[in-house]
């Protein structure tokens, strides 16, 4: 068994906790750059938005890239797994919540 393998094996259900804590890890550790980032661009994002973008984004990721893990496999399949649902939807509104468009006189 490999380390990744090791790691891997503690599970939440039928999800890895590690993925969630190395997700969440990165997404905060990338946070703040990520908020500059999109000031440029004259949107304003709150560090917190982002930690809870990551589960959302992480399968919008593998439906894009067409890899089937357990949590996307959930949330696509249309004939059940509602809480699975009713929680990345929740996460995406409020990471939406806070977002600011920055009008130039801001600037």
């Known amino acids: ?42 949107i304003k994002v ?18 894009i890239a067409g890899i089937k893990t357990p949590l996307t496999a959930d949330f696509l399949d249309p004939s059940g797994h509602y809480f699975i649902k009713i929680i990345i939807i929740a996460l995406l509104a409020l990471s939406l919540r806070g977002v600011k468009i920055i009008s130039k006189q801001a600037l």
Not at 25 to 41: D, E, G, N, R, Y
């Open 1 to 42: 068994m490999t380390t990744i393998e090791f790691l891997r094996q503690y599970r939440l259900f039928d999800f890895a906790i590690f993925d969630f804590a190395i997700s969440l890890l990165a997404v905060a550790i990338l946070a703040p750059l990520l908020s500059k980032l999109f000031q440029k661009f004259r």
């Open 46 to 63: 709150p560090v917190i938005n982002w930690i809870f973008l990551t589960v959302p984004l992480s399968i919008l990721a593998h439906i």
